[in-house]
Structure formats: C-alpha cells, structure tokens
C-alpha cells in the first residue's frame, strides 16, 4: 500500500537530505516519552504556488487517524511499525521523494 | 521555503516548548492579534513557514498559537508542551481569554473532546467541530 501524496515546504538544505536519505523528519524534543508523541507532519495538498518550495513524496506508512492531525494536515506519531526516532528526530521512510513544485 | 529566508529565523521547537497542536479555531492572525494585543513572530517547523504568539493563561500556564502560512485550512492552531496536562482546560481556557466560545473551534484532537465537552457543557453554545 501507498499513502500520498503529500507535500511539505522546507528549505534547501532539508530538502536536499530528505531526498538523499528518503526520509522525512520531525523534530523531537528530549522528553518526547511523556505525554502527547512528536510527530512527523505534512500537507494533504500543495497551496505553496509556484514560489514556495518543498518536497512531494508517498510512504508506506500509514498516517495518523484524520482526526489525530488539523485539517488539511497529517501526521506520523509512535513509536509504531514503521515510525522510529532517531537523535532529535520522529523520522518515516518515503517511498518516492522528489522537489516540488 | 527557501534557505535564505529561513537563515534568520530560528525554528519553533527551538523558541518555545508548546508545539504540539491539540485545536484550532477559524480565526485569522489579524483579528486575534488586534483583539487581544498580541505580537506574532515569524518562524518555521517541519512543515511550513508561519507565525505565532505566546498567550499566558492562569495559573502561570500559556500556549502558543501557530498559523501555518500555506495550510490548506486556514485558521490558527493552539499548541501545547509534549507533556502538558489539563489539556482539555488549557484549550478553554484559551478560548476564553480570546473571547471566543466553543463555536470558534475547527477542530479538536479527539484525545480531548469528552472531557473538553464536559468543560463546557453548562455554556450555552453547542461544541460544532469538523466531520
């Protein structure tokens, strides 16, 4: 199964090692055990015209509920199959990953 | 986002702890500022550039409120520490400090609707959220 796509403005410099890695990061704060997990974000459609940049990608992870993220948002929280932290970030494997626009 | 318009900002997780998105209300950074006198200040997180401002609430509680500049949706979200509690109090809180009422939510983290309804249940508005 394929989930996506979504979209998320970032900078160059994030985009760049998103793409090189395939993965997509949330930053985590240090107490991230406790209380309401961190997450990994994005935007279920892209209303960044043609200034903003990002990237688009789809995952084999399954988001969140709908309702777990604002709307037109979606968000990977765990640690669950597939959601791993690693250092100060929530991360997800991507399963394509590219610029956009 | 480019980097040279996010090099002079720093990214929100690393300016205030309450990041954590537990509401949203329909309002724009425009009214709420105006309104309540309060200063936004431009930043960025994982996912898009945007806006926020602190809103201190009692006792020695706050939250942030964060707009997201190209959300599909607009409005602005209420967020909250990673390990706050009440968080269903904070929310109300939240509202009426802004003078809004639970008519003014788009949307609420469903963790915290039963006890948020239950908050509110003696004031007359009806709690309308998203489908």
Redesign the interface.
Known sequence: LSYGPFY???????TELQIRSKEI???A?R??Y?????A?????????GET???IVFTTEVPPD?D???????VQWSGERPGVYVEDDYVKINALEIDYYP | MTLNSSQRLKQLEDIVPETAPVAMIRQDVAAISKQNNLEFHESYDDLDFLVFATLYLHPASRVSLVAHRHSPTPGIEICVCHNQQNIAELISETLTKLDLTPNDLTWLHPNYEQQFSELVKDRPEQVMLRD
Do not use: C, F, L
Not at chain 1, 40 to 48: C, E, H, M, R
């Open positions: 998320r403005i970032d900078t160059d410099e994030v990061w949330g930053k704060r107490n991230i406790q209380g309401i997990n961190p990994v974000k994005a935007y279920t459609q892209w209303i960044g903003a940049r990002g509920p309702s777990w993220a604002p709307p037109g948002q």
